[in-house]
Structures are given as structure tokens and as C-alpha cells.
């Protein structure tokens, strides 16, 4: 009887050294919020010139960043450390059509790649019925289905109407029609989330969950910390602004090996 209760004992403590040894690392992951790319400036906020982009990535790639799509990092993160050393993730939301015609031979040439979150009432099927609102052009699901396709770009979802949260009356509605657009027109569906606005509220989150959407990204401005206990539907992202303070000599740039 003593012999079985100290076998057992043994083996508890076994197994919580083992649990401890194995216990994964939180891992600083920058995730990038960028919208749009021009070779002009606008002086709109979220939209980057073409030579400023090109100078970040050039900075990136000089300093050691590999890109990772978003649930990448997630399921390598919950585990053990990525086995990518300084991942980083690159998101651009809304779906502008510079993703097509700038972003997408930027990022070939370069060896990178990014999450698209887009907003499924404003994607058209096809380039002859494109939706232009708010000064944008929005991508197509032919271009969508084809960009995808060519492997840079992974897509996600950023609600169906691009209302925030805390003005949905009904988000289980706002997820069920912007599901159906994905698996309908683009012949797949999401599991990464955008929130418009950035602003999330339980009952959303609820809702995601339930959809089986494994990470969501806010507009919370700080350097994500990936690990056991990180909450996967709110992390937050680094702004890209076309205007105002850049990235230049950032910390998280700078900075060794996270
Ligand atoms: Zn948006």
C-alpha cells in the first residue's frame, strides 16, 4: 500500500518536472497594421508611399524578421518557440486594390508575406463590378481566390459591413454573412479575424470563438507576447502610419532575438 502511494507520488513528481520543462516560452511578435501602399503620399494616415514601404521591409530583413501568416505563430507558439527566428506577422486591412497592383510583387521579390483581413460587403465578385467607397478600390473574389492562390497573402476576415462591434445589434448575423461570402465567393473559410476600428466586445468574441476563428487582431498599439495563456482573439498590433511618427529606430527593431 506505501509502496503504490510513494509509486504514485514519484509519479506526480515526474510528471510536473516534465510539465515544467516543457512549459513554453512567451515570444515577442510584432504584428504590423498596415492598409494601403502608394507611390504617392495622400497625407491620409493609412496610406504608405511605395518608397516607404520598400524602406521598412528593407529594415526588416536587415534585421533578421521572417514573416509568418497569423496562425503560424499561434499553434508554434502555444507549444514551444517558433522554430522562425524573429517572426513577425504583416497585416493590411480592408482589402484595397494596392494589394494587388503594389504589395503583392513588393512582397514576392522580397521574400515576405502578410494577412489580408477584408470586409466581405465590400468585395465584389468580379473586377467589372469592383466597389469603389471612401476614395478606395476594393479587391475582387476573382483576385482574392487568385492572390491567395500565389501564396504571399492569406486572408481574414474583417466583418461583413465594417461596423464596430459595439454598434452590431446582432453579431452572430454580422459573422454568419461574412462566413457565407468567404465559403460562397472566395471557396474557403476564414480563421483569422480583424476587428473593424479595432473595437471588440464580448459577445463577439463569444461569437468568433464559437465560429472557430483561432486568432483575431485588435488595434491595441504595443508588441504582441505569444504564449500559453495569450489570449489569441485580442492581440495587438504596431501601427504603420502614412503620417505623423515612424518606425525608425523602433526598440523592437532594434532589438536582439525576442
Ligand atoms: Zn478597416
Known sequence: MISSVLKVGLWCTGLIAGLVACSPRAQTVPILMLHRVADEASGDMWTLKTAEFERLLGELTHAGFHSVFADEIIWR???????????????????????????????????????????????????????????????????IRSLRAGGVFEFGAHGHRHIRADQLIDPDAEI???????????????????????????????????????????????TARIAFGTKPLKLPRIWVRGVGPSLDGAEWIKGDSP
Open 176 to 222: 454568419r454573412d461574412c462566413l457565407a461570402a468567404f465559403e460562397t465567393l472566395g471557396g474557403f473559410r476564414p480563421t483569422s479575424y480583424s476587428y473593424p476600428f479595432g473595437v471588440y466586445t464580448k459577445p463577439l468574441v463569444a461569437v468568433l470563438r464559437r465560429a472557430g476563428f483561432t486568432t483575431a487582431v485588435t488595434c491595441t498599439e504595443r
Open 77 to 143: 507558439g502555444l507549444g514551444r518557440k517558433s522554430p522562425v527566428s524573429k517572426p513577425l506577422i504583416l497585416t493590411f486591412d480592408d482589402g484595397d486594390l494596392s494589394l494587388l497592383t503594389t504589395v503583392e510583387p513588393i512582397l514576392r521579390r522580397r521574400g515576405f508575406k502578410a494577412m489580408v483581413y477584408v470586409s466581405t460587403a465590400n468585395i465584389a465578385d468580379t473586377p467589372d463590378h469592383r466597389i469603389h467607397a471612401e476614395g478606395r478600390d476594393y479587391l475582387t473574389w476573382t483576385e
